[in-house]
């Protein structure tokens, strides 16, 4: 399965947490063929939000994200979307400060951060907020492979290109790979979310 979207998160039951974030998927054209939209550039159609849905909005052909945290997660049209293996690209903009995610193999629930599946960090500049700092900058596949370094800019568009082949995760940022892991078997390394 291959997707493509525009906003900051992209596929497999996607969750996507607040901060201000634009998310955008370029239209899928004939040039584009094997690929699947999972956002219309119009509505939120296919996609349920939990904790604060007020937090994401359509906005000039992109879905925001700005508010106390929530999560976006495709669900699909009939409500029963799941990918296991896929592609993904999203088009995504983060405001200064921002820290966003794009979830996979995860399932809607009403509350808290996603109980299971992995994140892909988007997170370019965020400041410390009490005592805490989040030094896993975009790209990240969150507690298991972390970049430190941020490789794209707040407020300017990038690529971010997720591509699963179990036990394969690949993710790309502006084409650079980032993150090449195999899912070894059994636990993954503590504060890993899975």
Not at 10 to 31: D, F
Not at 56 to 64: E, L, N, P, Y
Not at 85 to 94: G, I, L
């Amino acid at each position: 399965m291959r997707a493509r979207l525009t906003f900051d998160a992209a596929v497999l039951h996607a969750a996507v947490l607040a901060a201000a974030v634009l998310l955008s998927a370029p239209p899928v054209s004939a040039a584009d063929e094997g690929w699947r939209s999972l956002f219309d550039g119009q509505t939120l159609a296919g996609w349920k939000a939990s904790e604060s849905p007020a937090s994401f909005r359509v906005v000039d052909g992109a879905i925001a994200c700005d508010g106390p945290r929530a999560h976006l997660f495709y669900v699909g049209r009939d409500g029963t979307a799941s990918f296991e293996n896929f592609e993904a690209v999203a088009e995504v903009k983060a405001r200064a400060g921002a820290n966003s995610g794009f979830y996979f193999h995860t399932a809607f629930q009403e509350a808290d951060w996603p109980g299971r599946g992995f994140e892909v960090q988007v997170n370019n500049s965020q400041k410390q907020h009490g005592d805490y700092l989040e030094l896993k900058m975009t790209g990240s596949l969150y507690g298991i492979r972390n970049v430190y370094k941020a490789l794209a800019k707040d407020d300017e568009w990038f690529t971010l290109h997720v591509t699963v082949r179990k036990p394969r995760v690949e993710v790309r940022v502006n084409e650079t790979l980032v993150v090449d892991w195999i899912e070894p078997p059994g636990p993954l390394p503590e504060g890993a979310r899975r």
